[in-house]
């Protein structure tokens, strides 16, 4: 369906550096004159088999791109690829303790590169770019405060959130919970990773921490009793099939709980998560879901609605774009 690469889309769980597509990477090492790494496979995608790998590969492309030009030249490809996929409003996932293990000069000069180009590409095309700083959980709660109190600090550079990525097996939500009480006492919406790797229970533990989002949280569907603690607190899951599937949460669409948690009437949004990681574009995830479960463009606009309400940009905001879509 052509129809459904041109629709405009809303996209609430996209990892910036996870966006980066093997041939970027390959260029930059060659416009470095650095050795390309040793990451991908013969067919020249990310050679990953496990979450532990994928993590490590994650880490090695990040530092590729921590000299500022190569920063910006990142940013810049991934927000040409929104336009391409017609996005009308994105929020992107940026962790700082990924750029400098404390809080350095150049987590600053990186919003500032990050929240230029979103104007640029705004005025341009129409895009409407935000960020939510994450903490990297398996780094432990006193890094993610550093972080949360960072987030609170960067709203002038379009930074709208507060949330957390890393490693789900590594410590428990909950301790988590200053960071996240900072951030939402400082205005900004949270969010955290929970129900990929580890179950419904993850998910309980999530919604303790007063999120009105959670990235994944798909593993609630093993829970009749976390799906009704979700649909009480109306908290939306950001739901990223084309990863769970390559994560083999799922062996395919068919299998996936996507279909199963809208019709229990819970709001979703739909995302890409590491999209060259796991093979997909919005355009594919949107494509899959409409031959697996004969979704058409009326079920997409309705979910874009829905996750505009759920955006973390200003109330004026949401209702101009609801009316564009
Ligand atoms: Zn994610």
């Known amino acids: 369906m052509s129809s459904l690469k041109s629709c405009k889309k809303v996209e609430l ?44 590969i994650y880490e090695i ?17 991934v927000l040409d690829k929104q336009v391409k996929e017609n996005v009308l409003y994105s929020e992107i996932f940026l962790g700082p303790h990924l750029w400098s293990d404390t ?14 180009a979103a104007g640029e590409y ?17 780094l432990g709660p006193e890094k993610a405060l550093e972080a949360s109190i960072f987030a609170s600090k960067a709203k002038s550079y379009n930074v709208v959130g507060f949330g957390m990525a890393g490693d789900e097996k590594k410590f428990n939500n909950l301790d988590f919970m200053e960071s996240f009480n900072f951030a939402r006492n400082s205005g900004l919406g949270i969010t955290t990773h929970a129900g990929e790797i580890c179950g419904a229970k993850s998910v309980d533990e999530a919604i ?31 739901i990223c099939p084309g990863s769970n599937i390559a994560m083999g949460l799922y062996s395919s669409l068919e299998d996936h709980p996507i279909n199963f948690l809208l019709n229990k009437n819970l709001p979703i949004s739909i995302s890409t998560d590491d999209p060259p990681f796991f ?33 973390f940009c200003d109330a004026k905001l949401k209702e101009k774009l609801i009316q564009q879509l």
């Not at 930059?28 to 490590?56: H, M, R, V």
């Open 103 to 116: 809080p350095s000069n150049r987590w600053e000069r990186f919003l500032e590169i990050a929240s230029k």
């Open 61 to 77: 492309v990040t530092n590729l791109f921590l000299e500022e030009k190569n920063f910006e030249a990142l940013i810049r490809h």
């Open 279 to 311: 093979s997909t574009t919005l355009s594919k995830e949107y494509e899959g879901l409409h031959n697996a479960f004969g979704w058409g463009i009326e079920i997409f606009s309705e979910i874009n609605k829905r996750s505009l309400e759920f955006a």
């Open 122 to 138: 705004k005025n341009k095309y129409g895009i409407h770019t935000y960020f939510i700083i994450v903490c990297i959980r398996h």
């Open 208 to 238: 303790q921490l007063g999120v009105t989002r959670i990235g994944h949280g798909v593993r609630a569907s093993e829970s009749e009793e976390t799906i009704t603690k979700l649909t009480k607190k109306n908290i939306l899951l950001e």
């Open 13 to 56: 769980h996209l990892h910036l550096e996870g966006a980066a597509s093997p041939q970027l990477v390959r260029d930059i090492c060659k416009s470095n004159f650095t050795q390309i790494p040793e990451i991908f496979d013969k067919a020249g995608n990310y050679k990953w088999q496990n979450f532990d790998q994928f993590l490590s």
